[in-house]
């Protein structure tokens, strides 16, 4: 079993930045893909940035240039890098992890709130 771990969630001001991390616990974990989702009220959850077959990097259109993903593979840990805030990027983030043998983590979520 894998378990996620998400930090770096807050309020932060329109035009400001977060960084989240997740980190995944567990040994000899193939991956597949893993990546953040994230859910506003009254929504359905959407990928935001991902990483998938390897070093291919998926991104929501709505995030492109403002959200940078990036991980750091021997602490099996990804990063979530976001610029430039808007008051719609308010949700939840989810951390994802998709690996061998229909592995489907999710991380328990961390709060995002731009406001001003």
């Known amino acids: 079993q894998v378990q996620l771990v998400e930090s770096g969630g807050g309020l932060v001001q329109p035009g400001g930045s977060l960084r989240l991390s997740c980190a995944a616990s567990?040994?000899?974990?193939?991956?597949?893909?893993m990546g953040w989702y994230r859910q506003a009220p009254e929504k359905q959850r959407e990928l935001v940035a991902i990483?998938?077959?390897?070093?291919?990097?998926d991104y929501a259109d709505s995030v492109k240039g403002r959200f940078t993903i990036s991980r750091d593979n021997a602490k099996n840990t990804v990063y979530l890098q976001m610029n430039s805030l808007k008051p719609e990027d308010t949700a939840v983030y989810y951390c994802?992890?998709?690996?061998?043998?229909?592995?489907?983590?999710w991380g328990q979520g961390t709060q995002v709130t731009v406001s001003s």
């Open positions: 567990g040994s000899g974990i193939v991956i597949h893909s």
């Open positions: 990483y998938t077959s390897g070093s291919n990097i």
């Open positions: 994802n992890l998709k690996g061998w043998g229909r592995l489907d983590s």
